[in-house]
């Protein structure tokens, strides 16, 4: 796997925001910020969180279509602290992402990836919790505002409690099962990740994004991402349904199919 060393190159994208004080933003009835729309990232995080140059695809034969783009990062200090077998563990799935990504098998992006991978979602927000819709297999959250209820399983979303510090609203997330990657990189967090997540609006349009990960089974020490989301203005716009389940059975189940019969129409049969 290509990646860039020079840390600064990170730190341009990932760099902190100062958060100020703004009269302007779009407030719902209690005061709080109104977070509600549909929000959406501009950047290669989904390929990878750290540094990365451009890459080949994943199969020669997709060509240019399908390459790598480059990327400065979004981790805070632009190294991801792994435990070195966890970093080890990371570089096997990199190099079988072909067979192991769960998102070539249309499972939830879990938490935070369901946030930058390349679709947007919406957010819905009252008093009591916000729900956040993700275009991508059909994943939501439910946020409970000031609760502090704990997962009554673990599962591919998590449990999120959030509570508002200020015009931010911080997010707790557990109970997740360990299925999950961060990117299509390999990077991942065990199911004892317990993530932070912080909103921050920049303005009516724009919010700054971060998730501190903190899982001693895989890191040194807890570790951040940064970015912006950007609101999708357009007032037609719908995060429609993205039934992507039909597009994996072949790549679940296609080793049990009976000898003789052939894919669906337009299948990949490898």
């Known amino acids: ?26 407030r719902a009835a209690n005061g709080r910020p109104d977070l ?12 990878n969180l750290e540094p990365h140059v451009s890459d080949y695809p994943v199969l020669l ?11 400065p990062g979004v981790v805070v ?17 990199f190099e079988n ?3 192991d ?26 008093e009591r919790d916000i729900v956040i819709y993700y275009q991508f297999a059909t994943a939501f959250r439910r946020i409970f505002v000031d609760g502090k209820e704990e997962a009554p399983l673990d599962s591919w979303m998590g449990w999120s409690n959030g509570r508002w510090d200020g015009d931010t609203f911080v997010v707790e997330v557990t109970g997740l099962n360990g299925l999950t990657w961060l990117d299509r990189a390999g990077n991942y967090a065990s199911g004892n990740a317990r993530i932070t997540e912080r909103y921050t609006p920049l303005g009516p349009n ?13 890191f040194s020490r807890p570790w951040t991402i940064r970015m912006p989301l950007y609101r999708i203005v357009d007032e037609d716009f719908r995060v429609l349904e993205f039934k992507c389940e039909p597009y994996a059975e072949e790549k679940i ?10 894919p669906p129409a337009g299948a990949s049969s490898r």
């Open 206 to 218: 724009h919010l700054q994004y971060e998730a501190t990960i903190e899982d001693p089974t895989v």
């Open 1 to 26: 796997m290509t990646r860039l060393p020079v840390v600064a190159f990170a730190l341009l994208t990932a760099a902190a925001v100062e958060p100020q004080v703004l009269t302007e933003l779009p």
């Open 77 to 93: 200090g632009g190294e991801i602290p792994y435990l070195p077998e966890a970093r080890a563990e990371r570089d096997r799935r």
């Open 97 to 99: 992402r072909l067979a």
């Open 253 to 262: 189940y296609g080793h049990l199919r009976k000898p003789g019969t052939e």
């Open 61 to 71: 034969e997709l060509g240019a279509q399908f390459a790598v783009p480059p990327g």
């Open 101 to 126: 990504d769960p998102e070539g098998k249309c499972y939830m992006g879990g938490v935070p990836r369901s946030t930058y991978m390349p679709y947007p979602f919406q957010i819905l927000q009252n």
């Open 36 to 47: 509600s729309g549909v929000w959406q990232t501009l950047n290669t995080a989904h390929w």
